[in-house]
């Protein structure tokens, strides 16, 4: 049986590595997955990293509207 994704919303940012700004991505799923299925959606060889942040409760408004199923990913800015 395959593990939950869970119900938390989990902020990665991802980046070249090249020093110029990175992305911020949002995935439904837990702090330990987020970062597997940011990093599929992701620019091939990019790298991430999970945001440790509260969400305010406005911005899990908007995430919720969103309509994201468990597993999915957002991409909330972009170079």
């Known amino acids: ?8 919303f989990t902020i990665v ?11 911020l991505w949002i995935a439904l799923a837990k702090p330990a997955q987020a970062l ?7 620019p091939g060889g990019w790298n991430g990293e999970v945001l440790v942040a509260l969400i305010t409760a406005e ?3 908007l995430f919720e509207a969103l309509n994201l199923k468990p597993g999915d990913v957002y991409r909330l800015t972009s170079r």
């Open 59 to 61: 911005q899990q408004k």
């Open 36 to 42: 597997t299925l940011v990093l599929a959606a992701a």
């Open 1 to 8: 049986m395959a593990e939950s994704f869970g119900t938390e």
């Open 13 to 23: 940012e991802v980046s070249a590595g090249d020093g110029a700004a990175g992305e």
